[in-house]
């Protein structure tokens, strides 16, 4: 059974940072794309970032006011683990974040086949 879990969410002040782990397991995720989304209560469920299991390829969200230069994802092949390192948080980053794993077009969530329970991520102004 394959199974994603997020941890590392929380309450933190504008400005401030966290890090959001996903660890993997269940299968070999070495054809798939590990992604993160966000999604604030009423609104759509939107990309974060993502990278390619294979070619370590990176991509970022780079709409509006995104977070591009603010987030970085990194991944631990060894331990099956992802992590999106969120740094200069603003209220607006404040949603339920999830990681998922899926293959085809990075930033649409209905390409993700697998994905995690959440976790919350609240940023005070």
Not at 19 to 42: D, E, I, K, N, V
Not at 105 to 121: C, E, K, L, M, R
């Amino acid at each position: 059974q394959v199974r994603l879990v997020e941890s590392g969410g929380g309450l933190v002040q504008a400005g401030g940072s966290l890090r959001l782990s996903c660890a993997a397991s269940g299968r070999t995720f070495s054809s798939y794309t590990m992604g993160w989304f966000r999604q604030a209560p009423g609104k759509e469920r939107e990309f974060v970032a993502a990278i390619a299991w294979r070619g370590n390829y990176l991509y970022y969200a780079d709409y509006g006011d995104s977070v591009k230069g603010r987030f970085t994802l990194s991944r631990d092949t060894a331990k099956n683990t992802v992590h999106l390192q969120m740094n200069s948080l603003k209220p607006e980053d404040t949603a339920l974040y999830y990681c998922a794993a899926g293959s085809g077009i990075v930033d649409n969530p209905a390409h993700y086949d697998y994905w995690g329970q959440g976790t919350q991520v609240t940023v005070s102004s």
